[in-house]
């Protein structure tokens, strides 16, 4: 298997613009997460899907984010506007219920964000 | 989730045996402790997982002692490839939910 895919790997933009950032989780696994990693708050939880539901988006930070699980082999995060303090890494990661190692979630390489 | 404490960082070098340790006072009866290891500009990758005692595989050691308020992530004989950020997490064991990531710890590996 490939792994966790996200595109692009970089995105450089300007304030105002709207951002969208890419993922394939692992073929099978029923759990899709965001996340967003700096240097001053670490590595946050931002929502995660089951089976393309979204459970949880209490990570959320604000409005101009929001996220979508169309099927079970892509999600979307969006920020529309973006804004400087929303430069940061962006990870997927995925998961699959009922088998494998529990508490084990796969992460994909990552979106290094900067808004200028 | 409970709550974990681990040193910011640490500094060792290469062929030395390096133990992390974890405290996590509040853990419950139903919590898992699990680490992951985050290498530059690479997404975390879980490393081991256990519940009380020991647990071993080929990449590292945990110690878990009897009142599972703290535990040792252990790393034998270390490289330069083994410098990372080395995360303590505790959560009941299920596939579904939050993982909490702490600040972790830095792990500086010298020749």
């Known amino acids: 298997d490939a792994g966790v895919i996200q595109s692009p790997r970089h995105e450089v933009t300007e304030m105002g613009q709207e951002v969208t950032l890419r993922c394939k989780p692992i073929s099978g696994h029923d759990y899709l997460f965001w996340y967003r990693q700096t240097m001053m708050r670490g590595l946050e939880l931002l929502i995660y899907?089951?089976?393309?539901?979204?459970?949880?988006d209490s990570g959320m930070p604000e409005d101009r984010f929001s996220a979508k699980m169309p099927n079970a082999s892509f999600s979307t995060l969006k920020i529309q506007p973006s804004e400087p303090r929303d430069s940061a890494v962006y990870f997927c990661a995925s998961s699959q219920s009922g088998r494998g190692t529990y508490n084990e979630q796969f992460f994909g390489p990552g979106t290094r964000l900067t808004v200028l | 989730l409970a709550k974990t404490t681990q040193p910011i960082s640490m500094d060792s070098y290469e062929g030395q045996e390096v133990n992390i340790t974890c405290s996590h006072n509040n853990i419950a009866t139903n919590d898992y402790i699990t680490w992951y290891q985050q290498f530059p500009s690479q997404g975390p990758r879980f490393i081991i997982q256990g519940y009380k005692t020991k647990v071993t595989n080929e990449v590292a050691s945990l110690f878990i002692p009897a009142d599972r308020k703290s535990s040792t992530l252990s790393l034998p004989r270390v490289s330069l490839s083994d410098t990372a950020v080395y995360y303590c997490?505790?959560?009941?064991?299920?596939?579904?939910?939050?993982?909490?990531f702490g600040q972790g710890t830095t792990l500086q590996v010298k020749p």
């Open positions: 997490l505790v959560a009941p064991l299920s596939n579904t939910g939050k993982l909490i």
């Open positions: 899907f089951n089976n393309n539901v979204p459970i949880d």
